[in-house]
């Protein structure tokens, strides 16, 4: 019944910014936990950053300083600026959630269909 759906990606140019975000619907109870990773051909998805309910965040060492992620509780949205864009970055990214559906119930992770992000130089 969970469903995440991402939105924001497109072309932009070397130097530019995106703002992507991550709708997560459905029965959900609490998000325990909210990523976004990225995948090229070939490769395997990569952490971008993250974060828990708690609060604490962490970013892959190449977009530290660029990406901020953010998160607006109330409507059940994680947020990711990119900024000072790089052809590097280009990309499908990918949210992803721990999310439980019921009380005393530990989470589930759930995936988003993916967003493509591309970078011109």
């Known amino acids: 019944q969970v469903q995440l759906v991402e939105s924001g990606g497109g072309l932009v140019q070397a130097g530019g910014s995106l703002r992507l975000s991550c709708a997560a619907s459905?029965?959900?109870?609490?998000?325990?936990?909210m990523g976004w990773y990225r995948q090229t051909p070939g490769n395997q998805r990569e952490l971008v950053a993250g974060?828990?309910?708690?609060?604490?965040?962490n970013y892959a060492d190449c977009v530290k300083g660029r990406f901020t992620i953010s998160r607006d509780n109330a409507e059940n949205t994680a947020y990711l600026q990119m900024n000072s864009l790089k052809p590097e970055d280009t990309g499908v990214y990918y949210c992803?959630?721990?999310?439980?559906?019921?009380?005393?119930?530990?989470?589930?992770?759930?995936w988003g269909q993916g967003t493509q992000v591309t970078v011109s130089s």
């Open positions: 974060f828990t309910s708690g609060g604490s965040t």
């Open positions: 459905g029965s959900i109870f609490s998000i325990n936990a």
């Open positions: 992803n959630a721990d999310i439980s559906t019921r009380s005393w119930t530990r989470g589930t992770l759930y």
